[in-house]
């Protein structure tokens, strides 16, 4: 899914600070949408492949 709407809706249920847990993180796009709107992230992803694309993908939006 589209990090930005992800976006609208994690602004949507919660305040900037607050941990969203995410159980099937994929390749990340609510950890993307968390780290652009100011909220702390919890993801698990059990495919290494996915966790790895993931968090390429955060490093190139600048986010470690």
């Given at each position: 899914k589209p990090a930005d709407?992800?976006?609208?809706?994690?602004e949507r249920w919660t305040e900037p600070g607050d941990t969203v847990c995410d159980l099937f993180a994929g390749m990340g796009p609510v950890a993307r949408a968390c780290a652009a709107s100011g909220r702390r992230y919890v993801g698990a992803e059990l495919d290494p492949e996915r966790y790895r694309q993931a968090v390429d993908r955060l490093a190139l939006d600048g986010y470690r």
């Open positions: 709407w992800m976006r609208e809706w994690i």
